[in-house]
Each structure stands twice: as structure tokens, then as C-alpha cells.
């Protein structure tokens, strides 16, 4: 096993965890998600810039991560 493996497991098991909360007692498709999705302006471009952060798809420029930060996530 390689030694980052403990690691990723537990974080795959905490995110399933807190799935599993979010989920319960409550009914309904994925689809009922949509008219919160709706209300968030550049949706699309939130998800790309998370994959980008999280998955190393690019570089990061600190100061467009920064100005993100500070200005769009409040809105």
C-alpha cells in the first residue's frame, strides 16, 4: 500500500460520512438541488475553478485564487 493511502481512505470515508448526513430524512431526486443551483451566478465557472484547485488541472495563479476569494465568493 502506498503510504498516502491511509490518508485517502480516511478522507473518502469522512466525505461519505458527511454525505450521509446531508442525505438523511430528506426525499426528493438530485434534480431538487436545481432551483438553489439556479440562484448562483457563473455555477460553471465555480465547479471548473474548484476542479482546478483541488485536481492541479493548471498552474494556480495565487492572485486570481486571491481575488476570487476576497471579491466573487461573497457574491
Do not use: C, K
Not at 469522512?14 to 438530485?30: D, H, I, K, P, Y
Not at 484547485?53 to 476576497?70: N, R
Request: charged share 25%.
Amino acid at each position: 500500500m502506498q503510504p498516502e493511502a491511509p490518508a485517502l481512505m480516511w478522507d473518502a470515508r469522512r466525505a461519505a460520512g458527511r454525505v450521509l448526513e446531508f442525505v438523511a430524512g430528506r426525499s426528493g431526486s438530485a434534480r431538487s438541488i436545481q432551483p438553489t443551483a439556479d440562484q448562483v451566478p457563473d455555477l460553471a465557472r465555480i465547479v471548473a475553478f474548484r476542479n482546478v484547485l483541488l485536481h492541479g488541472y493548471a498552474q494556480i495563479d495565487d492572485a486570481l485564487a486571491w481575488e476570487v476569494a476576497l471579491t466573487r465568493v461573497p457574491e
